[in-house]
T-cell receptor, first 110, second 115 residues
Framework: NAGVTQTPKFQVLKTGQSMTLQCAQD?????MYWYRQDPGMGLRLIYY???????DKGEVPNGYNVSRLNKREFSLRLESAAPSQTSVYFC?????????FGPGTRLTVL | QKEVEQNSGPLSVPEGAIASLNCTYS??????FFWYRQYSGKSPELIMF????GDKEDGRFTAQLNKASQYVSLLIRDSQPSDSATYLC???????????????FGKGTKLSVIP
């Protein structure tokens, strides 16, 4: 079991570029989440998907879009990256209360 | 606005001592409470969860919950240098119905265990 996997591990973008962060889980969980973590700000929820086919905004959704491709995969897209989106992005999945986190993607926007 | 507050630290304790980490939350509807450990550069990992008032022990870790005071704590007995990490308090509350839940995290307390 790989658990929750994320790609890429690191990425550097220029302002205005777009990219998609990929997340997959092999635990057959219904719910999946995208968080960002900034120094001094803790983990903040960007979007979540309670089940396949549904997505909802979290605390900080502006500038992001998501796709729940199937039960395993949940992607996060930045259409036009901004320096304020420089952060570490974590994907998580759950089938109840406990959330399991992926290893994270460290994104820098210049 | 659901809030979870933690002292950011750093909290320094000598090896073998008890480390006490505290957390308060604002949403009285919160049902589940979690402590995650995060080593530098790594992802959060769950170490304890508690649902009911009182204490819950797991090895060297004890979680304490007081819903009336909206207070959760984590005690680490016989602290080891390997316990040095940031500890995140998280509170789970129902969100938008339909069986979905949202975790609200505190900003974390950095713990340093000094050999």
């Amino acid at each position: 079991n790989a658990g929750v996997t994320q790609t890429p591990k690191f990425q550097v973008l220029k302002t205005g570029q777009s990219m998609t962060l990929q997340c997959a889980q092999d635990m057959n969980h219904n719910s999946m989440y995208w968080y960002r973590q900034d120094p001094g700000m803790g983990l903040r929820l960007i979007y979540y998907s309670a089940s396949e086919g549904t997505t909802d905004k979290g605390e900080v959704p502006n500038g992001y879009n998501v796709s729940r491709l199937n039960k395993r995969e949940f992607s996060l897209r930045l259409e036009s990256a901004a320096p304020s989106q420089t952060s570490v992005y974590f994907c998580a999945s759950s089938d109840g209360d406990e959330q399991f986190f992926g290893p994270g993607t460290r994104l820098t926007v210049l | 606005q659901k809030e979870v507050e933690q002292n950011s630290g750093p909290l320094s304790v000598p090896e073998g001592a008890i480390a006490s980490l505290n957390c308060t939350y604002s949403d009285r509807g919160s049902q589940s409470f979690f402590w995650y450990r995060q080593y530098s550069g790594k992802s959060p990992e769950l170490i304890m969860f508690i649902y009911s008032n009182g204490d819950k022990e797991d090895g060297r870790f004890t979680a304490q919950l007081n819903k009336a005071s909206q207070y959760v704590s984590l005690l680490i007995r016989d602290s080891q240098p390997s316990d040095s990490a940031t500890y995140l308090c998280a509170v789970n509350t129902p969100y938008s119905g339909a069986g979905s839940y949202q975790l609200t995290f505190g900003k974390g307390t950095k713990l340093s265990v000094i050999p």
